[in-house]
């Protein structure tokens, strides 16, 4: 999301991957995460930070074929400390509840690809977002439960402006 936000601040990419992200966290309307759900998170982070970390960890994992091998993944590369101080984090919460980049992403110079898995607990069941790459048996973590594919579809998507192909035709070979 952040990537997206600085789309009008710098240079257009290739093209920009929105891997198990919406343009708006906060979007009950369209399924997404309620204000209240956003605050009363907002709310535990404030009291216990460390659990409230680890909630959000088991969260990720959650959708995945194998969460309890996600969740391992997840310690593995972060261990059990936060990957930031209290603040940092309380400021990456701030962002998730108030960015909405619908229209930074409709005036994009770039094609924006929408790569969610399709079980992410993270975001809506069902959103509007369009190019999108679903992967099916995976939920916000591809990159620890399908590395290979989700490898592949970036690769197929870096490619795609020089190879000739379409943007449909890099959509279905994924």
């Known amino acids: ?46 009291r216990d930070p460390q659990r409230t970390w680890q909630h959000f960890l088991h969260w990720q994992a959650s959708g995945e074929p194998s969460p309890r091998h996600a969740r391992q993944c997840l310690d593995a590369l972060l261990g059990n400390r936060m990957p930031a101080d209290t603040a940092t984090l309380a400021g990456g919460l701030e962002q998730l509840a108030c960015l909405d980049l619908h ?14 898995g399709d079980n992410d607990p993270l975001l809506p069941a069902t959103n509007r977002c369009q ?9 916000h973590c591809p990159h ?31």
């Open 131 to 139: 190019p999108i790459i679903r992967l099916a048996d995976c939920g």
């Open 144 to 174: 620890l439960s399908a590395p290979a594919r989700l490898a592949r579809i970036l690769a197929q998507i870096a490619n795609e402006p020089t190879s000739g192909r379409s943007l449909s035709e890099v959509l279905h070979a994924g």
């Open 1 to 46: 999301m952040l990537a997206a936000a600085l789309q009008t601040r710098l240079p257009a990419p290739q093209a920009l991957v929105m891997l198990g992200a919406i343009p708006r966290f906060v979007d009950h309307i369209h399924g997404g995460i309620s204000q209240q759900e956003i605050e009363t998170f907002r709310r535990a982070f404030a």
């Open 103 to 116: 229209a930074v992403l409709e005036r994009a110079d770039c094609p924006v690809i929408y790569v969610h």
